[in-house]
Nanobody
Framework: QVQLVESGGGLVQPGGSLRLSCAAS????????INWYRQAPGKQRELVAA???????NYADSVKGRFTISRDNAKNTVYLQMNSLKPEDTAVYYC???????WGQGTQVTVSS
């Protein structure tokens, strides 16, 4: 299994930005496909963004134009840059490796004034 560790969450005002990181263990990071999910209280976990090993990306409609997923294979890390944050973006954000199904522990993002 792959070990994933998320970081970068916190409290931010509406309109603000955060950058989340998902650091992975192992030497095979370059072949991993990494997805970012989020789960708000009382709601189902939803896919937010995805990046393949080749760098292709996909986004949920709700975050298109505001969030950017990227990867740095030299650092075994995938990033989620979140701009123009809204209160409805408040959730615990998780990363997942698509092939093995490994999840990180999550990082809390709260958007509030």
């Amino acid at each position: 299994q792959v070990q994933l560790v998320e970081s970068g969450g916190g409290l931010v005002q509406p309109g603000g930005s955060l950058r989340l990181s998902c650091a992975a263990s192992g030497s095979l990071f370059s072949i991993y496909a990494i997805n970012w999910y989020r789960q708000a209280p009382g709601k189902q976990r939803e896919l937010v963004a995805a990046i393949t090993s080749g760098g292709s990306t996909n986004y949920a409609d709700s975050v298109k134009g505001r969030f950017t997923i990227s990867r740095d294979n030299a650092k075994n890390t995938v990033y989620l840059q979140m701009n123009s944050l809204k209160p409805e973006d408040t959730a615990v954000y998780y990363c997942k490796e698509a092939r093995t199904g490994s999840w990180g522990q999550g990082t809390q993002v709260t958007v509030s004034s």
